[in-house]
């Protein structure tokens, strides 16, 4: 395995154009400036997010309900970072930041709804029975004594995301070589 490692480690990424590179950067800086106006609402991606968020929880719900309620988020994060982690290993830095970018943009979701945990006034979706709806925050926050402290967690996570997704697209546009 270490082998392994090692070996994609010393294999160089593949050149990305110069056209392309422009036009990935005009992308997530669009994005970001998109996702900034929004002040934490519910940005069009988020739609395929809350569609991944509600298939953890019926996965990982097959181990208990303590997973099963952890599990919406952990599918969440879970399934961009898999794949970030493919296109590393493959060496392809434009679909590797692709989703990295939006595993970090998960961390702004993820965030918006930890605020909520006090105040629960977003609506909430069920992939179970509509008669129970939990919302999961509030739950898991509860669980660990910190619910008085949801606005603060949720910051430090959003702050994380931005920074995560900034970080990345800097990545791609400092470290190419252009072709």
Not at 30 to 56: C, K, P, Q, R, W
């Amino acid at each position: 395995m270490r082998e392994y490692l090692q070996a994609v480690l010393d294999e160089d990424w593949h050149a990305v154009s110069r056209w392309a590179l422009a036009w990935w950067i005009a992308f997530y800086a669009m994005f970001l400036l998109y996702a900034f106006t929004m002040h934490g609402a519910f940005l069009f991606i988020d739609s395929v997010n809350l569609i991944v968020h509600e298939g953890g929880h019926l996965l990982f719900g097959w181990f208990g309900p303590t997973l099963g309620i952890w599990g919406g988020t952990i599918l969440q994060w879970l399934v961009p970072l898999l794949l970030a982690g493919y296109f590393f290993s493959q060496r392809q830095p434009t679909a590797f930041t692709f989703c990295l970018f939006f595993f970090f943009e998960n961390w702004l979701y993820t965030a918006t709804y930890m605020a909520d945990a006090r105040a629960m006034a977003l609506p909430l979706v069920t992939a179970g029975d509509s008669t129970f709806v939990e919302h999961d925050w509030h739950t898991i926050f509860s669980s660990l004594g910190v619910l008085q402290y949801d606005t603060t967690i949720a910051a430090i996570v959003r702050l994380l995301g931005w920074c995560g997704m900034v970080g990345t697209v800097a990545w791609l546009g400092l470290s190419r070589k252009n072709s």
